[in-house]
């Protein structure tokens, strides 16, 4: 498996950073826009599909080392760790799934590092790649709801 490029590493560790940062101070909210020296479709790739080549080994909620973190990359998806022992554990869940263009997550992780079962007090984290500019990468507590039309 080949690298991360480098403007693609600083987003995603950007974005570990903010959670980390988030889980921290429950009453923090993030916006931030990135500029990355590399396509949208592959900064999306490399978040997608490569996830568990930046999540930190010490952001597990399991009782045992992870073996992979695996991202379902469709809505009604999944993050989760699975075990060496085989257990799992579900931690985010995605919600919107456009590919290159959007992605939206629920981070089901609580400040006390617990997963939070309550919808009303996850994370929300909205990734939309801007035409020419980079992405914006959006983080707010509370509970989901879809734009109006």
Not at 67 to 90: H, I, M, N, Q, W
Request: aromatic residues 10%; hydrophobic residues 45%; contains cysteine.
């Amino acid at each position: 498996m080949a690298p991360l490029p480098m403007a693609v590493g600083v987003l995603v560790m950007l974005v570990v950073a903010i959670v980390s940062m988030l889980l921290a101070d429950p009453v923090l909210a993030a916006i931030g826009l990135l500029v990355v020296g590399v396509p949208v479709d592959q900064a999306f790739a490399a978040f997608t599909e490569r996830f568990g080549d930046f999540k930190p080994p010490e952001h597990n909620l399991l009782k045992v080392d992870i073996a992979e973190t695996v991202f379902e990359p469709k809505v009604g998806g999944f993050l989760y760790d699975r075990g060496v022992d085989g257990s799992v554990c579900r931690w985010a869940r995605v919600l919107g799934y456009e590919p290159p263009s959007r992605l939206l997550l629920s981070w089901d992780i609580s400040p006390r590092w617990q997963i939070e079962e309550d919808p009303r007090k996850v994370r929300f984290q909205e990734w939309r790649a801007i035409s020419g500019r980079g992405c914006e990468d959006t983080i707010n507590e509370g509970v989901f709801r879809a734009p109006q039309e």
